[in-house]
């Protein structure tokens, strides 16, 4: 009988090891990265992997940590972390987080935030002073130089023209040329190469900071309110308490953004905080009303 009940208990752990979820005992992120610049993805990847290894060491390496780095395309991957399948963790760019809001609020339980040392970013419409751009009307017939990896900048301005002028941007314009840095964004407006673009206010600064004669050529006709951010990252609801709070410890104390300030620097990302709903409602605001501009400017125009 004794033997019995020893196989039996035998049985319940072997069975209790076969399904334990390694998300219980591991990181697991998903890191969503955009596919328009090998070289910067590339960059992206060698730092939040060297990040990852040192994270371990903090924890000495009581916890594993994996990351998956996907772009947009993949289809399954909402699916993979929202149903806790491959990831406990999501780090993402602000624009894929808006648009799976409602999933991922319901599937997450912490949220952190990555962005320069500003709580949140304004946008601004920085024109070229030759392209005599006064107010929205004349953005009209005009040259657009975008940014490639930030959609927020495109949905600002869109949201700006819907609301101002009852018309995407798209059909005001005469034409879009999209970069892929920040301050090409700048350097085509100084250079005459275009008549207006969105950038964030911070960025625009430190360019003049290290160039003022820029000032001459360019000027700012509109600024948001300051509720961007660059990138969201989050844990999900059934993540155990213990690995949560591996990570919130590091981030509270400041242990995170000291250890790994200058590798954060590469990134152009040199903070990390923890967020709440109550933090991002502005942003989340902004996006529900663009996306009623849209759908009554597209049912109008059907």
């Known amino acids: 009988m004794n033997n019995l009940i020893k196989k039996f208990i035998s049985l319940i752990f072997l069975i209790n090891f076969l399904n334990a979820n390694p998300l219980d005992e591991s990181y697991s992120f998903a890191v969503n990265?955009?596919?328009?610049?090998?070289?910067?993805?590339?960059?992206?990847?060698?730092?939040?992997?060297?990040?990852?290894?040192?994270?371990?060491?903090?924890?000495?390496?009581k916890h594993i940590v994996n990351v998956s780095f996907i772009d947009n395309s993949k289809s399954d991957f909402l699916n993979s972390y929202v149903n806790y399948l491959k990831f406990n963790g999501l780090v993402s760019y602000t624009s894929y987080y808006l648009r799976n809001k409602e999933a991922l609020k319901k599937?997450?339980?912490?949220?952190?935030?990555?962005?320069?040392?500003?709580?949140?970013?304004?946008?601004?419409?920085l024109v070229n002073k030759k392209a005599n751009i006064k107010s929205l009307k004349d953005l009209k017939g005009k040259r657009f130089v975008s940014f490639?990896?930030?959609?927020?900048?495109?949905?600002?301005?869109?949201?700006?023209?819907l609301k101002g002028l009852k018309q995407t941007y798209k059909n005001l314009i005469k034409k879009e040329n999209k970069v892929q840095?920040?301050?090409?964004?700048?350097?085509?407006?100084?250079?005459?190469?275009?008549?207006?673009?969105?950038?964030?206010?911070?960025i625009f600064e430190d360019i003049v900071s290290l160039n003022p004669a820029i000032l001459k050529?360019?000027?700012?006709?509109?600024?948001?309110?300051?509720?961007?951010?660059?990138?969201?990252?989050?844990?999900?609801?059934?993540?155990?308490?213990?690995?949560?709070?591996?990570f919130d410890l590091i981030v509270r104390d400041g242990t995170f953004n000291n250890s790994y300030q200058q590798v954060l620097k590469v990134l152009g990302n040199t903070k990390i905080k923890k967020t709440?709903?109550?933090?991002?409602?502005?942003?989340?605001?902004?996006?529900?009303?663009?996306?009623?501009?849209?759908?009554?400017?597209?049912d109008k125009n059907k």
Not at 153 to 160: G, T
Not at 181 to 188: A, G
């Open 33 to 61: 990265i955009n596919n328009y610049n090998k070289v910067y993805q590339n960059k992206i990847k060698s730092v939040i992997t060297r990040i990852s290894k040192e994270f371990e060491n903090l924890h000495d390496k």
């Open 107 to 125: 599937a997450s339980k912490y949220f952190f935030t990555f962005d320069h040392n500003q709580e949140f970013q304004q946008y601004i419409l």
């Open 148 to 161: 490639i990896a930030n959609n927020n900048y495109n949905d600002w301005l869109d949201y700006l023209t």
């Open 181 to 202: 840095k920040d301050s090409t964004l700048v350097l085509d407006l100084y250079f005459d190469k275009a008549d207006f673009t969105v950038i964030r206010k911070s």
């Open 217 to 246: 050529k360019v000027s700012i006709i509109k600024e948001s309110e300051p509720i961007f951010l660059y990138g969201i990252g989050m844990f999900h609801k059934n993540t155990p308490k213990k690995i949560i709070e591996g």
């Open 276 to 298: 709440s709903f109550n933090d991002i409602k502005k942003l989340e605001d902004f996006y529900d009303e663009y996306m009623e501009l849209k759908r009554a400017y597209n």
